[in-house]
């Protein structure tokens, strides 16, 4: 089996406020990344996402070395942020995957802020031709009086493995697993 390691740093260039960005304002804070949201509505779309572009299409150029899969089977992501949030405030983290020109897998986990620290971990099996991979995270704020909310991203971890190449399964197989997700 092949590991391979990378972290993405959690500077500005790496997140990206998405929905009603107007809702919310990006800081860089002693080399990490601070999402302040402001005005928000419990109806607020509040999307922060690694990397740039649409959710529906891979990074652009300039993130893919970081968020390029090379050649393997599995995928593990972990990482953490702290938040200056209700306690109780639900978070919908998504891991998605794409190839060259479009997205082809997306899991979606539900979760409630249960302290100041929030993390993830999420191991997926990459689809068949994924090339690149994309994390987003949705805020679901209803407290509007709470005071100075925002999240302050730390290091995220791509730990890469390729155990022995995919072996050929067959049609009905595939078909079964795709609508696992």
Do not use: C
Request: proline share 4%; aromatic share 14%.
């Amino acid at each position: 089996m092949m590991i391979r390691k990378r972290y993405i740093r959690p500077a500005i260039y790496h997140y990206f406020p998405m929905g009603d960005k107007d809702m919310m304002h990006a800081t860089e804070e002693q080399y990490r990344t601070k999402i302040s949201f402001r005005d928000y509505e419990a109806s607020s779309s509040l999307y922060v996402q690694m990397f740039d572009q649409k959710f529906d299409v891979p990074p652009s150029k300039i993130y893919r070395p970081d968020a390029k899969l090379m050649d393997a089977n599995r995928l593990l992501v972990e990482g953490s942020f702290e938040a200056n949030l209700p306690i109780g405030t639900r978070i919908e983290v998504y891991y998605m995957q794409y190839n060259k020109t479009k997205r082809i897998a997306n899991l979606k986990k539900r979760y409630n802020l249960k302290s100041d620290t929030f993390s993830f971990r999420e191991e997926i099996e990459l689809e068949k031709g994924a090339e690149f991979f994309k994390l987003a995270f949705k805020f679901y704020l209803t407290d509007s009086s709470y005071e100075e909310p925002y999240i302050m991203m730390n290091d995220a971890w791509l730990s890469l493995f390729a155990d022995e190449p995919l072996d050929e399964k067959d049609e009905e197989d595939e078909e079964d697993d795709a609508n696992v997700i």
